[in-house]
């Protein structure tokens, strides 16, 4: 008999994970606080790009995997996921071509690629974006449409509050971990994002992470200006580093500062000591695997940390001989 499985969070590691095994046949429910689009995952640029997340090994090996079914899910319709150009610059002299880069085919800008003048050097690779306005609506339904459920309210003080029913527990809580589990190397890395319209001249994602850190990211129906990272729990949006973000990213651009949509703030869920993907035992007997501490890349490793607990969960159930 396949197991229940109780899947805590549903941001994109939470959705990401469910789709997997819903769609592996075990009987999978979701439960979190606030779903899809009130998430940090919500507020995410969402591009493929390793960023503020260890250790730089398996981040890159999770990259990849991730990458490989972003390529086929932007052949499919109504995904939110398309491939794009992403320029990398450097503030400060030639841009390296990191090593995340070179297994995906990142190559150096050419002569004819217009560099910024606010920039010296930089490098491009194209990868996937997930619009997330779409993207993780998409997961949801395909949650739901594989038999997986998703409670939404649900404030859990423990792990060991999930019911008896589920005899396995998935911990996708993000930066909600620090206290479910009482992770002290978990770090809240503050961003703010601002949304604006779309820009006719803006056809590919333009990314400087030499401070300040810049991106002007376009989607569907509009673009995403960031950004910040500081060590910081605060949710609310300063309208003072809005300012400061539209005004640095039309700089750049060269055109004049566009109408502010939205804007947004989200934390990073960042552990020091890397990104936690292991199995551990509730104090009940259950067992629990934890996927949390992906940092500023958890649509980036997304797909690579969900088949990474797939497989310690097939592991662990096999050896209870069920
Ligand atoms: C400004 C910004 C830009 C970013 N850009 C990118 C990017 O371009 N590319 C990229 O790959 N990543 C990016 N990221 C990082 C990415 O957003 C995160 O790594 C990712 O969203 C983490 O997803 P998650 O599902 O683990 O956590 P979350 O999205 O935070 O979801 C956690 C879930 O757990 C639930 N939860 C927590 N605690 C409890 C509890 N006690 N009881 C019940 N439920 C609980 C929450 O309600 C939620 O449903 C960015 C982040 C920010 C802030």
Known sequence: MKHRVAIVGAGVSGLTCGVLFAEHGYGTATFAEETGQRTTSATAAAILYP???EPADAVI??????????????RKPRTGVSIIELRQFSRTGEAQIPNWAVPLGGRAL???????????GGFAITVPLMDTTIYLNYLEERLIKAGGSITTNVHLERLEDVSSEFDLVINCSGIGARNLVRDVDLEPHRGQVAIVPKIDSLSCAIVC????????IPRTNDSVFGGTNELSENRDVDPTVTSRIVAECSRVLNIDNPKVLAARVGLRPFRKSGVCIRADRLSDGRTVIHNYGHGGAGFTLSWGCAENVFQIAARSTAALGR
């Open 51 to 53: 960023y503020d997340a």
């Open 209 to 216: 992470d030499d401070p300040p850190l810049m991106y002007a």
């Open 61 to 74: 090996a999770w990259a990849v995997e991730t990458y490989n079914v972003l390529v086929d899910l932007n």
């Open 110 to 120: 050419d002569a004819s690629s217009v560099i910024p003048t606010s920039f010296k």
